[in-house]
């Protein structure tokens, strides 16, 4: 089996969670999103480590869903299509249910499911070339699986800014919309995580996991019956004449009819 997610950690309880399938841009497949997902929960239960940053190899940080894993699940009955598409869904809860808090390290494009891994980061740097965007209905569906997690990072008001009209922007915006909390030059991005790791290695770790989880609760989190939501509003669109046409329509490199 590939190893399509990396884990480093260094002498200070710092572990690395990184994307490594830079040669497909870390676009999300199927068996990516399985180890991300159990990567995150072994690191849930690891006491010796105390800060968790996600990073990516290559020049991409994600490029969203793997379409020809998306392709794939167009001929699947639609039992079998929910299932695998909340695949992300359940990785990104993984990530969000850390005890331990979560930094983001991004470079390059974050698309789709790229910001979805951005929502789940309690902090997330990016260069300030960064390209994002939710480009989801460009191909007939909907950012449903990361939606709550979205939603939850920017607020309603902000989300409708960009939720819907798969726009691309650049990290300035990203930082208004608060899917960044900061942007960097390139050459800075690592001084710049690590200046968010360092005060955690200060503090008590387990005062640390239960303020985060106190802040989660006081902040409402995203529960299950959201997720829910999200999967079968996904599911649904995945069952609609605009899904079939859109992903065709990139894969026969022509505009789908509505553009």
């Known amino acids: ?93 993984a990530l969000a249910d850390l005890p331990q808090p979560l930094i983001g390290r991004l470079q390059g494009n974050a698309f789709g499911g790229g910001v979805g891994l951005a929502s789940v980061c309690d902090v997330a740097i990016g260069v300030d070339d960064l390209k994002m965007g939710l480009t989801e209905t460009k191909l007939g569906l909907i950012p ?13 008001a902000r989300a409708r800014q960009v939720f819907m009209n798969a726009r691309i922007f650049g990290a300035e915006e990203a930082v208004a919309l608060g899917l960044l909390t900061r942007a960097v030059p390139a050459e800075t991005l690592d001084a710049a995580v690590e200046a968010e790791v360092a005060p955690y290695l200060a503090c008590a770790p387990g005062a640390v996991a239960a303020a985060k989880a106190l802040l989660r609760q006081l902040g409402g ?39």
């Open 144 to 156: 449903a699986n990361i939606g709550p997690y979205v939603v939850a990072r920017m607020g309603v």
């Open 221 to 259: 989190g995203v529960g299950q019956a959201q997720v829910d939501l999200a999967i079968d509003a996904l599911a649904e669109r995945w069952e609609s004449d605009e899904a079939a046409e859109g992903i065709a329509a990139f894969f026969d490199k022509r505009k789908p009819g509505w553009a």
């Open 1 to 93: 089996m590939d190893d399509l997610i990396r884990v480093t950690r260094d002498g200070r309880g710092v572990a690395t969670l990184w994307l490594a399938r830079s040669a497909k841009h870390n676009a999300l497949s199927a068996e990516m999103m399985t180890q991300l997902e159990a990567r995150a929960r072994d690191l849930a239960e690891d006491s010796s480590v105390r800060v968790v940053v996600l990073a990516a190899e290559g020049p991409t940080f994600c490029a969203g869903g793997d379409l020809a894993w998306m392709r794939a699940q167009m001929g699947m009955d639609p039992a079998t299509r929910r299932a695998e598409s909340a695949r992300i869904a359940t990785a990104l809860g």
